[in-house]
């Protein structure tokens, strides 16, 4: 063997050890072990460019169970013995190295979906504990953010940022708790700024039953379509007023008559910080999305709004 041979095997076999290196040690766990009954998951999310998304948190992941149409979250644990922790109560969120990871007490196949604070967004049917690799598409103009909420009667701020140049289009709900008694999310900006309101981009939008019967489902601004609980979906889960819901910003008055959504357009430098205020309901929580559309490169902002 030339020592020319022999440099050439030596440097592919060292990028061969990092590449190895870089997934997580505890990949062997994937098959039990014994006193160990989980199963290890984990993959890694990607822009278009193969690249992992490298800042903290900066990917939130939801597991559900297989072909439910995301009904049903996938049970999760944090522990190789199926502890239970906060992987099990909301969404994953990725490492500086872009990775999700969580423990499971089968190998069966689960529906991801997952959504950057960028408001980029990728989904996997069925992905098995062999699939390692996610992959988010960064370079469209529409985007979407989402983040969880939970009862919080005073603004409550997201962490995420829509930038300058961004004009946003509308906000929905999704209800996975809706609590017993009638509920409502206002959806706004915070910072120190003209902008900066409760309801800027929602008000008042219901979560949750129009009776006692709590239900659990998507809301929008959308009114029914017939009597009330008669074809709402999830037993009403759907406004009945949808003129008075759109947020300040958003809420535009018609020349003729009527009210119609505007949209809103960041302007101010730095971006505006989204927050979100709820009704005083026990046990209330569910996840919030917010559309919009960017003007330019659409660099995140994580710095405070002014």
Known sequence: MSKRFRGILAALLAVAVAGV??????????????????????????????????????????????????????????????????????????????????????????????????????????????????????????????????????????????????????????????????????VGFGGNHAFAVRNALANRLQAGPNTLTASAGFNTYMPPTGAVGATWPDIGGIQTAAKTHYGVLLNHFGALGGYYNGGAMVHTTGGLEVTYTTSNVAGLGGHIYVFFRVLHVGSTVHGPGY
């Open 21 to 186: 290196l870089a997934w997580p040690a505890v990949m062997a766990a994937q098959i039990r072990t014994s006193g160990q009954p989980g199963y290890y998951y984990f993959f890694q999310v990607q822009n278009e460019y193969e690249e992992p998304f490298t800042t903290d948190g900066f990917v939130a992941c939801s597991i559900y169970s297989r072909e439910d149409n995301g009904r049903t979250r996938f049970w999760t644990h944090s522990a190789a013995s199926l502890a239970n922790g906060t992987a099990q109560a909301g969404p994953l969120y990725s490492s500086v190295n872009g990775l999700i990871h969580w423990y499971s007490g089968t190998t069966n196949p689960v529906d991801v979906v997952c959504y950057t604070k960028g408001g980029d967004s990728g989904r996997k049917v069925q992905m098995s504990i062999r699939d390692h690799r996610l992959r988010i598409v960064t370079s469209g103009a529409d985007k979407v953010i989402r983040f969880p909420f939970s009862t919080n009667t005073a603004p409550t701020g997201s962490g995420i940022y829509i930038p300058e140049g961004a004009t946003v289009s509308g906000v929905a709900l999704q209800i996975a708790t809706p609590g017993a008694t009638v509920a409502h999310v206002d």
